[in-house]
C-alpha cells in the first residue's frame, strides 16, 4: 500500500523504522498507532516517489508513463514526418514530458494533505482492500486538487520552452496540408491528464509490489501490521 516510484523494501524499512519508533520497547501498538505509523509512513514513500516523477526525463525516460504524441491526432504526426518535420515533432514530445515533470513537483503536497485526513477506519480499509485501494483512495479524493494545481504549471512551462509555439508551429503547418481536415487540440488539458496519468500508474505500481511481497517485510512489527492484510 506504499506510494511512489522507488523501491517497495525502501518504504518498507520507513514503515518498519517509524513504527518501530512509536512503539519503543512496550512491542504493543494501539490503534492509533498503527494507523500515525502508517500515515507517516505513506508521507515517507510519497516524498521519495513524487521525487523520483519530477526530475529530469523523469517521464521522459520512462516508457511507461512517457507522455506521447495525442494519439487523437496521430495523423498529424504521421503527416508531418512524410513531409520531412518529425524533429519538430520530438521537439513537441520532450516539452510534453518536461511540463509533466514540472507539474510533478505540485502532487506531493496534496497527497501529503489526503494522507493526514486518513481515519483509523480509511487505514484498515485501504491495508484490507483491493491491490489498488491506496491509489484509488488517492485517486478519488485528489484527482480534482491536482489537475487544478498542474493545469497552471504546465501551461507556465508549455510558454517557457516554447513548446506552445512549437505545437502552434507543427499545427499550422499541419492544416496547411491541401485536403486534410483542420484541428486544433488542447494541448493543456491533454499534458495535465497524462502526467496525472502517469503518477497514479507510479503509485499503484508500487502498491501491488508491497502488497505481493511478504519477503519485503523486514521486520516483526511490520510482519503484524500486514499480516491483517493477509488474514
Known amino acids: 500500500m506504499m506510494f511512489g516510484a522507488c523501491s517497495s523494501t525502501n518504504i518498507l524499512n520507513d514503515v518498519g523504522k517509524v513504527l518501530d519508533d512509536m512503539t519503543g520497547q512496550s512491542g504493543a501498538l494501539s490503534n492509533k498507532q498503527i494507523g500515525d505509523g502508517l500515515k507517516e509512513a505513506l508521507v515517507q514513500g510519497i516524498t521519495k516517489g513524487a521525487g ?16 506521447p504524441w495525442p494519439a487523437d491526432v496521430k495523423k498529424v504526426e504521421n503527416t508531418l514526418r512524410d513531409i520531412g518535420l518529425g524533429g519538430e515533432v520530438d521537439k513537441v514530445v520532450l516539452n510534453l514530458n518536461r511540463a509533466a515533470e514540472d507539474a510533478a513537483k505540485k502532487a506531493k503536497p496534496i497527497f501529503i494533505g489526503a494522507i493526514k485526513q486518513l481515519t483509523f477506519q480509511d487505514v484498515m480499509s485501504i491495508l484490507k482492500g483491493s491491490d489498488s485501494a491506496a491509489t484509488d483512495f488517492l485517486k478519488r479524493t485528489t484527482s480534482t486538487q491536482l489537475g487544478n494545481e498542474f493545469s497552471p ?6 510558454d517557457k520552452m516554447d513548446a506552445t509555439k512549437h505545437w502552434g508551429s507543427a499545427i499550422n503547418k499541419y492544416n496547411k496540408v491541401p485536403f486534410v481536415t483542420k484541428v486544433d487540440p488542447d494541448l493543456n488539458g491533454y499534458v495535465t491528464q497524462k502526467a496525472m496519468d502517469g503518477l497514479f500508474t507510479m503509485i499503484e505500481k508500487e502498491e501491488m509490489k508491497i502488497r505481493k511481497d511478504p519477503v519485503a517485510r523486514t521486520t516483526d512489527l511490520l510482519k503484524k501490521v500486514f499480516k491483517l492484510q493477509d488474514s
Open 153 to 158: 504549471v504546465i501551461q507556465t512551462s508549455l
Open 52 to 67: 523520483q516523477v519530477s526530475k529530469t526525463d523523469g517521464y521522459f525516460k520512462n516508457p511507461q508513463i512517457k507522455i
